[in-house]
């Protein structure tokens, strides 16, 4: 597990240097991008992916209580918030492309898509381990006791969480 979470985060720290040199040497195309972005999806992703990581906290705290029906529960919500942020990225897209914000529309744009794209997938990724964690926990796999599964996938999910942190404020808030 910690292999793959070490993995997930050498991967975004190659592409936030990639990004950072992008930056240095086309400051003017970054200082107007947050400018053609939608703050509130950029909002949307953090509330339903911060959300959905409460809801995974409290699955871990009601397993480690031996309350596996409420862990399935808080799991489920976990799951349908973390749906949250591929569904306003579909409506964020048909807004951008609308504004003609493609690939050609230049190395913000492009650095932009290129990390969130990038995060997407690992989204993807987390929203199968979820399924894999809520059908395990269903048939009992995890106690009180032994639940490493679950913390394997609480740790992979907050780690997605944290480079979101990272990744919002640098093309939705900062000029």
Known sequence: ???GIFCEITEFA???AVFFVAR???PEAFQAGPERLSLLAGTGYTLML???GWCVARALHAMRRGDRRATVRWMLAGFVFGLGYPAIKVF???RNFALGLDGSAGVFIVSY???TFTHLVHVFWGLL???WVIVRTGLGAYTPEEHSGLEAFACYWHVTDMIWLMIFPLFYLLG
């Open 1 to 3: 597990m910690w292999v």
């Open 14 to 16: 190659l592409l936030f």
């Open 24 to 26: 240095a040497h086309h």
């Open 50 to 52: 911060l959300t959905s």
């Open 92 to 94: 964020e897209l048909q």
């Open 113 to 115: 898509y290129y990390l």
């Open 129 to 131: 381990g979820m399924m």
